[in-house]
């Protein structure tokens, strides 16, 4: 009798399933508002999310300064030259009525620059550069201008008396007119034949350092 409460009970009696223990950990997620969206809003800071922001910030200064670097070159460090004056930018230049007299300027790059009425009187030009530069009215009396690359040079109305100009360049379009050439050394110049026969007619004088001629260096007739 005891056997059959028992059993009776025991069917009676509600069953519950045990549950599993189920272990979720969460998948790293990396938030792209963090570089897209600087105004997503947050509780805090009135809806600007400023963590947000500052990281866009911080990464769009740092693309700004790396492009700057890329694209723009300190231009005292392209366009140096000899002499003690090679230090500063001489080349592409407004340098009009600059003072350059005495000066030693071995293998100075004055390429393409402005030199109107600049003084470079007594300078030493050896070997300097003027391509496609404008020397109008300048003065270089005096000056050692052997080996000096003029091709394309406007030196119109310049002073070239007693200038050492042997070897010097004087290609393309170079003109001389107006210019004073009394003492001047053109030895080995290669002149066009319409400069030549310009310059022959106002050409006079000696050069005090190498005793030539003007004319005679021009091959003057």
Known sequence: MALL???SLSSKLPT????KPHLSFPKPHLDS???HNTNSATPQGNGINFDHLHLSVTRGSFVALLSASLFFVDPALAFKGGGPYGAEVTRGQDLTGKDFSGKSLIKQ???TSILRQANFKGANLLGASFFDADLTGA???DADLRGADFSLANVTKANLSNANLEGALATGNTSFRGSIITGADFTDVPLREDQREYLCKVADGVNPT?????RETLLCN
């Open 5 to 7: 409460l028992n059993v």
């Open 210 to 214: 190498t005793g030539n001629a003007t």
């Open 16 to 19: 519950f399933p045990i549950p």
């Open 109 to 111: 790059d004055f390429k």
């Open 139 to 141: 003065d270089l009396s």
């Open 33 to 35: 508002s963090l570089f």
